[in-house]
């Protein structure tokens, strides 16, 4: 319910639907397999048909999405060998592919009407994620020195392609208190890693 899809849905009650397409453990490699039960295809879409009585609009396709907000890096950044891993030069590929299939005339999806926004991985807590990891039997599987690349290849990226960025990397790093036992990261994360209700609204 705290969750920032949830804030979508309540804000833009009654005009528009928000689908959330996010899937847990998903990184860019993932999203590139699925686009097809994401986005429709619009090269074959039909604008009218004509009813007996009547005429009457009805695509043969769902309409494409006004808005597309693409949120990766923090399973893409995971420590190899886990298989969540993403080298950093292949995750910026991989971003570049997804705006393609919106943004490229070629693509069976392309929709020059649908607006792009980039979202940063979220900072890590270390500390939070060292000790959940010791108490489950294995060494740390992320750093936030490590996330910071992702989320600094999204804003190259998007400086790049044009398409504006949410930085919430920044922005938490920013409105952490360091002088906590978790360095402030708790107040805006679950577990060093999620988002807990305040940092969904930051």
């Known amino acids: ?26 990184n860019t490699r993932d999203a590139l397999r699925i686009v097809s ?25 769902p309409k494409p999405p006004q808005l597309c907000i693409i949120f990766f890096g923090a399973n893409d950044a995971r ?33 020059p009407s649908t607006r792009i926004l980039f979202v940063t991985p979220p900072a890590i807590g270390d500390k939070m994620v060292e000790e959940i990891s010791r108490r489950d039997g294995h060494a740390p599987d992320r750093k936030n020195k490590v996330t910071r690349l992702y989320a600094d290849a999204v804003k190259e990226t998007g400086k790049d392609l044009g ?14 208190d360091a002088v906590s ?17 305040r940092g969904n609204e930051l």
């Open 181 to 197: 036992q978790y360095e402030g990261y708790e107040q805006y994360l679950l577990d060093g890693l999620h988002l807990n209700a």
């Open 1 to 26: 319910i705290s969750g920032f899809v949830s804030h979508l849905s309540g804000f833009y009650s009654r005009r528009m639907d928000v689908l959330n397409r996010g899937f847990s453990g998903y």
């Open 79 to 111: 420590f190899a060998p886990y298989t969540q891993h993403v080298p950093l030069n292949e995750f910026s590929i991989n971003l570049r592919k997804l705006v393609s299939l919106l943004r490229n005339p070629e693509s069976e999806y392309y929709s």
């Open 37 to 61: 039960h994401v986005f429709p295809r619009t090269n074959n879409m039909s604008l009218s048909a004509k009813w007996a009585w009547r005429d009457f609009t009805i695509p043969d396709a």
């Open 163 to 176: 398409i504006p960025v949410v930085d919430i990397w920044t922005a938490i790093e920013d409105a952490a």
